[in-house]
C-alpha cells in the first residue's frame, strides 16, 4: 500500500482558502487520492477522490501532480464547521476487501 | 443521501458481557466494514463483508465476530467484553466495483468497558 504523508496540523483563517497537502510519493498507477474528514465525536465523512486529473465538487477541489506522488485538497472559503481533522488517503486493491487505511491526518483549525 | 446508522451512539459495558453493535444502511451497499479507532492509532479495520453471510478478517479481528444475515445489517460481536476494547466503533459501506468505491461512515458508537 501507498503511504501517505501529511502534516500534523494547519491554521486557516475563517473565509480563506485552506490549502492541505499529501505526499504519496510510493502510489502505484491504479491506486486513487481519497479525502476524508473527521469533524470530533463523529463518523469520517467522505470529500472527494480523484485517480490524475484534478477534481472538483460542491465542498473542494483536488489537485494531483502530474507524477502523482502528491496533491492538495483545497477547500476555497473555509468555515469554522471545517474545522475537522483530514485524512488523505491511497485505496489499496480490490483484492484486499476495499478497505480503507487511515494514517494521521492532518488537523485544521479554521479561526475566526 | 447515503444512510449508515449505528444502534448506539454511547454505551458502557462490563467486563466480560457480550456486546452487540449494529449497523444498518439503506443504500443496497454490497460492502460493509467495522473499524475502530483509537487516539494516536487511526482507523483500524476489524472486519468487513462484501456480501450476506460472506466476512473477511481485517487487521484486528481478535476478540471480535461479525453477523452479516442481511445485506443491509452488519454486526459486530464481542464476545467478552474487555477494557482494552474501549474504544470508538465505526461502521461503514460502499458499493463493489472497481477503484472507485466510496465509504459512508455512520456516526459512530463510543463503547466503554469497565
Known amino acids: 500500500d501507498a503511504k501517505t504523508t501529511q502534516p500534523t496540523s494547519m491554521d486557516c483563517a475563517e473565509g480563506r482558502a485552506a490549502n492541505l497537502p499529501c505526499n504519496h510519493s510510493?502510489?502505484?498507477?491504479?491506486?486513487?487520492v481519497y479525502w476524508y474528514r473527521q469533524i470530533h465525536s463523529q463518523g469520517p465523512q467522505y470529500i472527494i477522490h480523484?485517480?490524475?486529473n484534478n477534481e472538483t465538487n460542491e465542498m473542494a477541489s483536488l489537485i494531483i501532480t502530474e507524477d502523482r506522488k502528491s496533491s492538495t485538497l483545497i477547500l476555497p472559503h473555509a468555515t469554522l464547521r471545517d474545522t475537522a481533522v483530514y485524512y488523505c488517503?491511497?485505496?489499496?486493491?480490490?483484492?484486499?476487501?476495499?478497505?480503507?487505511?487511515f494514517g494521521g491526518g492532518t488537523r485544521l483549525m479554521v479561526k475566526p | 443521501d447515503v444512510k449508515v446508522t449505528q444502534s448506539s451512539r454511547y454505551l458502557v459495558k462490563r467486563t466480560g458481557e457480550k456486546v452487540f453493535l449494529e449497523c444498518v444502511q439503506d443504500?443496497?451497499?454490497?460492502?460493509m466494514f467495522w473499524y475502530r479507532q483509537d487516539p494516536g492509532l487511526g482507523l483500524r479495520l476489524i472486519y468487513f463483508?462484501?456480501?450476506?453471510?460472506?466476512?473477511e478478517k481485517g487487521d484486528i479481528p481478535e476478540g471480535y465476530s461479525v453477523s452479516r444475515e442481511k445485506k443491509e445489517r452488519f454486526s459486530l460481536i464481542l464476545e467478552s467484553a474487555s477494557t482494552n476494547q474501549t474504544s470508538m466503533y465505526l461502521c461503514?459501506?460502499?458499493?463493489?466495483?472497481?477503484?472507485?468505491?466510496?465509504?459512508?461512515f455512520g456516526p459512530g458508537t463510543r463503547l466503554l468497558v469497565l
Open positions: 443504500m443496497d451497499h454490497e460492502n
Open positions: 510510493t502510489i502505484s498507477g491504479n491506486e486513487y
Open positions: 461503514a459501506s460502499s458499493l463493489i466495483g472497481q477503484g472507485q468505491e466510496t465509504q459512508y
Open positions: 488517503i491511497v485505496r489499496v486493491a480490490p483484492d484486499a476487501g476495499n478497505m480503507l487505511t
Open positions: 480523484g485517480l490524475k
Open positions: 463483508s462484501y456480501d450476506v453471510k460472506m466476512k
